[in-house]
């Protein structure tokens, strides 16, 4: 499926090529205050840690849905629409929730990742029904 080739894997990329800094925020951060393990009850490394992790615990299973959605014929409006829904939620959440940017960014992209769950989920109960 041409969506499949040429849509998802540009979307897995950006999403990939982001969690590398927010991985090395982390490392880099734990290095300086020599915290090995957990956070040190310091609470920028736990911003740190939480913002690295919500990005790894959300971002698989809305790659899922928009794989599954493009298996299932969904159109490349609807799949760049999602991903870059995705990629723009997944950055304002981390930004607002590790305090480099404006706090209010952080509901902003938790909800913009919840509508990727949403719609796609809809979208594949109503297609698979």
């Known amino acids: ?36 393990i957990g956070d040190g009850d310091d609470p920028e490394m736990l911003r740190r840690i939480r913002g690295q992790a919500n990005f790894i615990e959300t971002v ?38 590790t305090e480099i940017g404006p706090g209010v960014l952080r509901p902003i992209g938790m909800i913009s990742t919840m509508l990727v769950y949403l719609v796609p989920s809809g979208w594949l109960l109503l297609h698979s029904l």
């Open 60 to 97: 698989p299973l809305a790659l899922i849905l928009l794989v599954l959605m493009a298996l299932c014929g969904a159109g490349d409006i609807w799949l760049h629409a999602l991903g870059s829904l995705l990629v723009f939620g997944r950055v304002a959440h981390y930004v607002g929730l």
């Open 1 to 36: 499926d041409a969506s499949m080739v040429n849509i998802i894997p540009v979307y897995a990329s950006l999403l990939g090529l982001l969690f590398i800094p927010f991985t090395l925020r982390v490392g880099f951060y734990r290095i300086q205050n020599k915290i090995l």
